[in-house]
């Protein structure tokens, strides 16, 4: 706790003493931003500190094969060209993959993107041998992409991908794949520390300056290839504020304009004060990931029933003061891959009942303890929130014991799994997961040749019935049978109770009522190139 109110202060302290700079941003078209990580996101093409990290370094700097369509607060967000124009599997092998490549596009560096380029940057995520292999970006990327087996350049603009089964859901996962420049690397001394400081992608975005866990500057791309996203602001700060108290301050006093993740408590007097208070639904879930190694509680269904009939969905909500959606599953409820799953409930009593026919009593209570974030990407309110389900869990007899990790700390435990010694024997962690698509959603969480390193399978569940399943989604190129298939996967996460479902986020923001043009897509990712400050 004192490490993080020391962070806390240099960070405040780093703003004040910047002041005489940042104050010139009422007159310039600059955006502060307070993020809840800890410290700024890897900056070479694959960035850490979760979601957020992709959010305002990776999608700023750089750009991916398939994008993300960010341009609208109405509906969903779809998958839209990026870097590729166009892509294809082959009818006749669906393993076999055609990405037709945008012509002309340059590097920051002023170097070409081509198909070369593409290839290049999928060895420095799969193949450790390759020069310009980075462990860093490899684990943040290769869990990404796992069923791809090979890459060619056809030519300049035309790239192959074979998988290794038909996998419809490889664009999906090629949107979280950067573009980093292999010219600047080679310029760099062929060093990614080097790489790091200047940085060159194709994205809207340049940066111009960072400083560890104080500051990070972004300039406009004038020469980006879609003008319709050159960015109307002259520049980006980000400042890590992993302590929500520190980021609320940091906005009233005028050091940001905009803060991830308002406490709730904070909100009304916000709006009051003239902040504008910015939300909307997203695919987010806020769970409990379970191990299901042998020996763990949650291997029997009872124990897992049990846990989610004591949780109170609507209090959460209540304590959250409505900013958010109460779980009815694993995925919002209204979602097209919903289906008809049994429903969630709040029954305190059933819950004891079901403890005790898994021979759980008040003289032998089930002990659980969980790894929980600090602070972090679509976390909320990580240990209030967590200490909440404490009191529900305590009222049915079970034990938990919280250990608190920082945010990047157990983003790495969560992708060693469970066995690692980085969990500290945790048997649950508390996780919000990106379900913005069928791998994000289910694949990653549950198939079970995805434990680490390959995956992200983090409590290494492993039924032959969802295996089938999967394959059954994955190997659906007609969107109306996938679209079954996903829901039929749905229902067994529900009806089998594979986590602790809790809530979903809305994703809420606070800002200065001089932020204009802002468009909240109902995505994990935002378009910040609209933005501008107004006098």
Not at 216 to 229: G, H, I, S, T
Not at 429 to 454: G, K
Not at 457 to 483: E, H, I
Request: hydrophobic share 45%.
């Amino acid at each position: 706790m004192l490490r993080r109110c020391i962070a806390n202060v240099a960070s405040l302290a780093a703003l004040v003493l910047a002041g005489a700079t940042m104050s010139a941003s009422a007159q310039e078209q600059v955006l502060r931003i307070g993020m809840t990580a800890s410290d700024i996101p890897l900056t070479t093409g694959q960035a850490d500190q979760g979601g957020e990290g992709q959010r305002f370094m990776t999608n700023t700097l750089y750009d991916q094969l398939v994008m993300w369509d960010l341009s609208s607060a109405s509906k969903p967000s779809a998958l839209a060209p990026g870097l590729a124009l166009s892509w294809s599997a082959d009818a006749a092998d669906r393993k076999r993959w055609t990405f037709k490549l945008r012509p002309g596009v340059k590097f920051h560096d002023g170097s070409t993107f081509d198909a070369a380029a593409a290839v290049w940057n999928f060895e420095k995520l799969l193949n450790d041998k390759s020069p310009q292999f980075d462990a860093k970006q490899a684990g943040q990327g290769r869990t990404r992409i796992p069923s791809i087996a090979s890459y060619r350049a056809v030519d300049p603009t035309t790239l192959e991908i074979v998988t290794k089964e038909p996998d419809a859901f490889l664009p999906f996962q090629l949107a979280w794949i950067a573009m980093s420049s292999p010219a600047h690397w080679e310029k760099m001394d062929k060093n990614w520390v080097n790489y790091a400081k200047t940085p060159s992608g194709t994205g809207p975005w340049k940066l111009v300056s960072w400083t560890p866990r104080e500051r990070a500057e972004l300039v406009p791309n004038p020469d980006y290839w879609d003008k319709a996203r050159v960015p109307k602001l002259s520049k980006l700060i980000l400042v890590p504020l992993p302590e929500a108290s520190a980021r609320v301050a940091a906005l009233r006093s005028g050091q940001v304009d905009w803060i991830e993740a308002p406490p709730p408590d904070t909100v009304a007097s916000l709006r009051g004060a003239g902040f504008q208070i910015v939300t909307n639904a997203y695919p987010h879930n806020w769970v409990w990931h379970l191990s299901m190694l042998e020996g763990s509680p949650f291997r029997d269904l009872k124990v897992r029933q049990a846990l989610n009939l004591a949780v109170d969905r609507e209090g959460m909500n209540t304590f959250l003061g409505g900013l958010s959606i109460p779980a009815k599953g694993f995925m919002p409820p209204g979602h097209e891959w919903f289906g008809k799953p049994n429903e969630l409930s709040f029954d305190p009593a059933a819950a004891r009942r079901l403890l005790a026919e898994a021979g759980y009593t008040s003289a032998k209570p089930l002990v659980i303890k969980v790894v929980v974030p600090s602070s972090g990407s679509g976390m909320m309110q990580p240990i209030a929130m967590n200490e909440f389900l404490q009191q529900n869990l305590r009222d049915v007899g079970v034990r938990v014991e919280i250990e608190v990790m920082e945010w990047n700390a157990l983003v790495a435990a969560w992708r060693a799994g469970v066995k690692d010694p980085t969990n500290r024997s945790a048997i649950a962690m508390n996780y919000s997961y990106f379900i913005q698509d069928p791998f994000t959603a289910f694949v990653r969480h549950v198939q079970s040749d995805l434990v680490a390193p390959r995956g992200t399978n983090w409590g290494y569940y492993a039924v032959k019935d969802m295996d089938a399943l999967l394959v059954t989604a994955r190997t659906s190129f007609d969107p109306a049978a996938q679209r079954s298939a996903l829901q039929r996967i749905h229902e067994k996460f529900v009806n089998e109770r594979l986590f602790l479902m809790v809530t979903h986020d809305v994703n809420a923001r606070a800002m200065s009522p001089r932020v204009k043009g802002f468009v909240q897509a109902q995505n994990w990712f935002q378009n910040f190139s609209p933005i501008t400050m107004s006098r």
